[in-house]
């Protein structure tokens, strides 16, 4: 069965870290490109990083450059977010999610997306 | 990048029609033919229905259907079932510069 997971969320103080992990099972995880995405509470999606699936191309939303780091490990078939300096606004459920198309960065949408982990930024 | 539009809400009875919007720029759904659209159901994950403005994943039903003119994407579901009651998100490459994506603000479909 094709399956990602998320794990890491948690409650952080604003200006705190955070890392997500994600496990893919099920496909060739090396193959494939992989995302981020997040939703606050009662929002919508919101793209947040895409890494290609040899870790040369890393893309980032402006509202997380520079503070979010997007890396894989593709012997571990994982995905990661590293978040810094942690702010109210990212308070979200995180979603890692597959391009559906394998081989390099693409814009063909994302056909399979894991459960989601929490993350709450709040003193 | 700014959200696309989509309508709060629409509703319909069962085996009747909807039709949900999405509205951007020429710099994304008018710029690209990469317009997807997701399902969700409350507390779930989001599901990929329609994928390059019009295309069926497998396991999609055919009730689905997706289309663009302009600025402007549209996703519609026909014969309206009780499962089909979620929320609904467009999202569309926006990469001129960059990759990117950008996602709607959201349309609950209501099945009366």
């Known amino acids: 069965e094709v399956q990602l997971v998320e794990s890491g969320g948690g409650l952080v103080k604003p200006g705190g870290s955070l890392r997500l992990s994600c496990a893919a099972s099920?496909?060739?995880?090396?193959?494939?490109?992989m995302n981020w995405v997040r939703q606050a509470p009662g929002k919508g999606l919101e793209w947040v990083s895409s890494i290609s699936s040899s870790s040369s191309y890393i893309y980032y939303a402006d509202s997380v450059k520079g503070r979010f780091t997007i890396s894989r490990d593709n012997a571990k078939n994982s995905l990661y977010l590293q978040m810094n300096s942690l702010r109210a606004e990212d308070t979200a459920v995180y979603y890692c999610?597959?391009?559906?198309?394998?081989?390099?960065?693409?814009?063909?949408?994302?056909?399979?997306w894991g459960q989601g982990t929490t993350v709450t930024v709040s003193s | 990048q700014s959200a696309l539009t989509q309508p709060p809400s629409a509703s319909g009875s069962p085996g009747q029609s909807v039709t949900i919007s999405c509205t951007g720029t020429s710099s994304d759904v008018g710029g690209y033919n990469y317009v997807s659209w997701y399902q969700q159901h409350p507390g779930k994950a989001p599901k990929l229905m329609i994928y390059e403005v019009s295309k069926r994943p497998s396991g999609v039903p055919d009730r689905f259907s997706g289309s663009k003119s302009g600025n402007t994407a549209s996703l519609t579901v026909s014969g309206l079932q009780a499962e089909d009651e979620a929320d609904y998100y467009c999202?569309?490459?926006?990469?001129?510069?960059?990759?990117?994506?950008?996602f709607g603000t959201g349309t609950k479909v209501t099945v009366l």
């Open positions: 999610a597959r391009d559906r198309v394998e081989g390099g960065l693409s814009p063909y949408g994302m056909d399979v």
């Open positions: 099920g496909f060739t995880f090396s193959s494939y490109s």
């Open positions: 999202s569309s490459y926006a990469g001129s510069n960059n990759f990117s994506y950008v």
